[in-house]
């Protein structure tokens, strides 16, 4: 496989020399065969992610196949993406007709999760991003998602330019060796603690990189709010692929007055969404795998809160039924790391973990709403829903600090892989304007730069 993976790298960086993804019909057709390559598939690709996850034919609709085909359709914002730009207007330098170029940065990295909303929303909607911005990409798909990354494998080839992106399955030491070489950008997905070696190996070769890392995102309830509405969706958002997405609410902050209210609140969406229960409902996906499995388990078995409802495991299915725990308190081994399943926990404290990737809220009152968004640092302020935002055309979805760096939607995905290059033309008939910057220097820098800022 390390062969293979020189003969691509050599491959991609032969093309990306060529001058072949320059052209900007050639990035509209291959986002628009990223598109049909999807739509093409749609019931192979539901049943790669029940195989990897159990997901449910709908869910994995409506969460990641449909919202990444209705990306591709942007491929006819391209042209505006990446239009030259003029430089604000100066008239010491409109001479010079300064712009901004908008230039692909190379080979992109993209180095894939296992299961925060699996390969698909994090895999292909920054790569059209990539493709958009004249990019050669390299994608590696989770090695924990085999169904997936197959498919993805087998199906790429068939449908984009084999010069310009190619697909790498495999683990870690695959990943290890694209990390020995230089690239025009990284883009990685997953922990914050791969996220460490990805980043000391990047900076070995001064490649570029970008994070995405999820984190503990907070949920935080004022008291007059509409407990229903807000169980429902929080409950909804947790329960989406089985709480592994990494914008999902990982714990509640509520007044202790509240708490019992809003945990009955939990219970009836929870009865609503499960009438026969959440042991038999087809409706729940599965943990990732089983190592993940044993992990979640340790930190519910030794946290010191009460579990309100919920709790039901079966190893053999990778499953743990929707989980409340109510009674937490700042150290428990809930809180100390991001609950990638069902578990929902409840604690009361007056303070949000730092820098989330999303922080909720839940007030009718806007001066509530404000206080909490400015006294706070997170990738993203959401008031009154949970995840719509990371679908939402025209936002940035991208961390901060922590929770990670960069954009990965849209505009804001071709923008991250592409460079800025500055560029002007000076003429001829300027030397004599700009004359005395030639040695030997007769006048002070004064005299030929008055300075515009006004005398104190």
């Not at 628009?32 to 539901?46: C, P, S, T, V």
């Not at 984190?215 to 807000?230: L, W």
């Not at 979640?296 to 409802?309: C, K, P, Q």
């Not at 909490?372 to 939402?392: E, L, R």
């Given at each position: 496989m390390f062969k293979e993976i020189n003969e691509i790298y050599s491959t991609l960086n032969k093309t990306f020399r060529s001058g072949k993804t320059k052209p900007i019909a050639f990035r509209k057709v291959q986002i628009?065969?990223?598109?049909?390559?999807?739509?093409?598939?749609?019931?192979?690709?539901?049943e790669a992610l029940a195989i990897d996850l159990g997901r449910p034919?709908?869910?994995?609709?409506?969460?990641?196949?449909?919202?990444?085909?209705?990306?591709?359709?942007?491929?006819?914002?391209?042209?505006?993406?990446?239009?030259?730009?003029k430089a604000p207007f100066n008239i010491k330098f409109a001479a010079f007709r300064p712009v901004i170029r908008k230039e692909p940065k190379g080979i992109v990295l993209s180095i894939s999760p296992s299961a925060h909303l699996t390969t698909l929303f994090h895999c292909f909607p920054p790569k059209i991003g990539a493709i958009a911005a004249g990019n050669c990409v390299v994608l590696k798909p989770s090695g924990l998602c085999p169904a997936i990354s197959g498919l993805i494998a087998e199906l790429i080839p068939k449908y984009l330019d084999n010069d310009v992106i190619r697909v790498v399955l495999g683990a870690v030491p695959e990943t290890s060796k694209l990390m020995e070489y230089q690239w025009g950008h990284i883009l990685y997905t997953g922990s914050g603690r791969v996220a460490k070696i990805i980043g000391v190996a990047a900076a070995k070769t001064l490649s570029p990189i970008s994070?995405?890392?999820?984190?503990?995102?907070?949920?935080?309830?004022?008291?007059?709010?509409?407990?229903?509405?807000?169980?429902?969706?929080?409950?909804?958002?947790?329960?989406?692929?089985?709480?592994?997405?990494?914008?999902?609410?990982?714990?509640?902050l509520i007044p202790r007055s509240s708490e019992d209210t809003f945990v009955k609140a939990l219970k009836d969406a929870h009865d609503e969404f499960y009438p026969s229960g959440a042991t038999t409902t087809p409706d729940l996906s599965r943990i990732i795998s089983l190592m993940h499995f044993h992990c979640?388990?340790?930190?519910?078995?030794?946290?010191?809160?009460?579990?309100?409802?919920g709790g039901q495991t079966d190893e053999s299915q990778k499953f743990i039924a929707p989980t409340v725990v109510k009674?937490?308190?700042?150290?428990?081994?809930?809180?100390?790391?991001?609950?990638?399943?069902?578990?929902?926990?409840?604690?009361?404290?007056?303070?949000?973990?730092?820098?989330?990737?999303?922080?909720?809220?839940?007030?009718?009152?806007?001066?509530?709403?404000?206080?909490?968004?400015?006294?706070?640092?997170?990738?993203?302020?959401?008031?009154?829903?949970?995840?719509?935002?990371?679908?939402?055309?025209?936002?940035?979805?991208?961390?901060?600090?922590?929770?990670?760096?960069?954009?990965?939607?849209?505009?804001?995905?071709?923008?991250?892989f592409t460079h800025l290059c500055a560029s002007l033309g000076s003429p001829g008939w300027i030397d004599p304007i700009l004359g005395a910057r030639f040695l030997p220097y007769t006048v002070s820098f004064d005299d030929l730069y008055p300075s515009a800022l006004p005398s104190p």
């Open positions: 628009l065969q990223l598109a049909y390559f999807l739509q093409d598939n749609l019931e192979r690709f539901k034919p709908l869910e994995a609709s409506f969460l990641e196949l449909d919202s990444t085909i209705s990306d591709c359709k942007t491929y006819d914002r391209v042209d505006k993406w990446a239009q030259t730009k994070l995405e890392l999820g984190g503990k995102s907070p949920v935080v309830i004022d008291a007059k709010c509409d407990f229903k509405i807000a169980a429902r969706r929080i409950l909804w958002s947790k329960c989406a692929n089985a709480g592994q997405t990494c914008i999902a609410p990982d714990y509640v979640l388990m340790n930190l519910l078995d030794n946290t010191s809160g009460t579990i309100a409802f009674g937490i308190k700042d150290g428990d081994s809930l809180m100390s790391d991001e609950l990638t399943f069902y578990l929902l926990v409840n604690i009361r404290l007056n303070s949000v973990s730092d820098h989330p990737l999303a922080l909720y809220c839940f007030s009718p009152n806007a001066a509530f709403k404000n206080k909490v968004f400015d006294n706070t640092q997170s990738g993203s302020a959401v008031a009154n829903d949970v995840m719509v935002h990371c679908a939402t055309d025209g936002l940035p979805f991208g961390g901060v600090g922590p929770s990670g760096s960069g954009y990965h939607t849209q505009g804001f995905a071709f923008d991250m």
